[in-house]
């Protein structure tokens, strides 16, 4: 059956971290590991818009992950999915706000980046399905 949130939460979670992973290649500068593989793939061209990136484009991209993921729940029901799929855009979050003067922040924003590539090839490789009936799952 055709579920038009289910459709949302599944394409606005891969957008959420394919930008976000490109945001990061973008800054040399913050994520070195990250940056080269993007010069390395011809996205060198990137590092002109920096700023941007870093400032605007990467939080909003794991702020749209994590909103898309918390909707997932909302369609699938299967909080652990929801669980793992937040942890990737809550860390990238916190390692650009409140730890970023930390120099292990970067570690952490590429353990988040990883997860959230990690969860979207696994949302696309096994589907989230419903594993509950509408009586059982309007708690």
């Known amino acids: ?19 976000a992973l490109v ?8 994520f070195p590991a990250i940056a080269s593989l ?10 002109q818009w920096e700023g ?3 400032n605007t ?8 992950a994590l909103a898309m993921n918390i909707l997932g729940w909302f369609s699938h029901r299967q909080w652990h999915r929801s669980l793992i799929g937040s942890i ?22 590429y353990t988040g980046l990883g997860l959230m590539v990690v969860v ?7 589907p989230a399905n419903k594993r509950c009936d509408d009586e059982t799952c309007t708690a």
């Open 57 to 64: 484009l990467l939080p909003l991209f794991a702020a749209l």
């Open 38 to 47: 993007g010069a390395a793939i011809g996205m060198g061209f990137l590092s």
């Open 1 to 19: 059956m055709f579920s038009p949130l289910k459709l949302v939460t599944r394409i606005g979670d891969k957008a959420g971290s394919i930008g």
């Open 88 to 109: 990737g855009p809550i860390l990238v979050l916190l390692s650009l706000y409140p730890w970023f003067q930390y120099g292990w922040s970067s570690y952490v924003t």
């Open 120 to 126: 979207s090839i696994w949302d696309m490789v096994s």
């Open 23 to 30: 945001s990061a290649m973008g800054c040399a500068m913050c």
């Open 52 to 54: 941007l990136f870093i």
